[in-house]
């Protein structure tokens, strides 16, 4: 398996993806190529004392790199030959099985969408992190962002990706899909949810999907779905409403741990506890967010990414392609599209 990394994307390029990309290789025993400006990328091996390229990685010299700042519109055309641009055209002609980049997500999802292509069928591709849940699982938003405004056809058609996302990469066989609303009741939201309400419930009758309802905001992080369905501007707010809450909470306990003596003695006690909970919030194990709907894996890193989060997204990166989810998304497209004809 060979997976394809924007070594110039993010805040602390190229060292955080190429040492991440090291990592990688060692751990997982993948291939890696690096696209970037090869310079940099062997100035940082000297740094750490690296000779030589480790087996199973190359570089792939591009001179360019995709400013965040760029019109997601127009990279194609004014940075074509960026690492970014280069690294999709060169998972379109296979020449690597996925991409990674923490570069701009507007110029990631517009590359995606017109060098690598959506999938057969599908709309908009979307963006679908995981978060951890109390009862030790994930669920995945989706859309948490690629999509502002949305009809009930795109609601319907996330429900369907992500679904087949956590049941074939996540390994959930029947994974729970709610509706994201303002609450539990059938009748709850704005015209856009009352429709897509409506369409989930139908899929899930013809044994499309398994839809459980509406769902609200609390219930996610609880655990109550394994795939939340909502319009992207509602998913980026849920998103980031539980980060800043784990953030919040993960300060409150640092606080209370360094009140006085008898609490410091407490977090002596539980420390390995904290660790847990601490490494289970931690954006950098989790990796990155993968763009549902395009015909090849393709993963949207943290534009604040280390070597540790790099490591992360690439290992997310080959459970995409070892759950050979394109695939599966494309049988159940055209079970839809059969299921629609004979209505």
Known sequence: MKIIL??????????????????AVKSFGIEITLVGRGEEILEVLKKHGIENLPDGMEIANADDVVDMHDDPGSVIHKRKNSSMIIGLKMLSEDKGDAFVSAGSTGALLTGATLIVKRVKGIRRASLGPSVPTKNGGKVVICDCGANAECTPEFLLQFGLVASEYVRNVMGVEKPRVGLL?????????????????????????????????????RGVPLGEVDVIVCDGFSGNVLLKSIEGTAMFMGSMLKRMFKKNLFSKVGYLLCKSGVKDIVKLLDYREIGGTQLLGIRKPVVKAHGSSDALAFRSALRQAMEAVNGNFTAELEKSLAAMKESTIHD
Do not use: R, Y
Not at 6 to 23: F, L, Q, R, S
Not at 194 to 213: C, P, S, T, W
């Open 6 to 23: 924007d070594a110039m994307g993010g805040d602390n390029a190229p060292e955080a993806a190429v040492m991440g990309a090291i990592d």
């Open 181 to 217: 609303n303002n609450g539990t009741e059938d009748s709850k939201g704005t015209p856009l949810q009352k429709e897509a309400f409506a369409l989930l419930k139908d899929a899930h009758e013809k044994g499309l999907l398994n839809f459980v309802g509406n769902v609200e905001a």
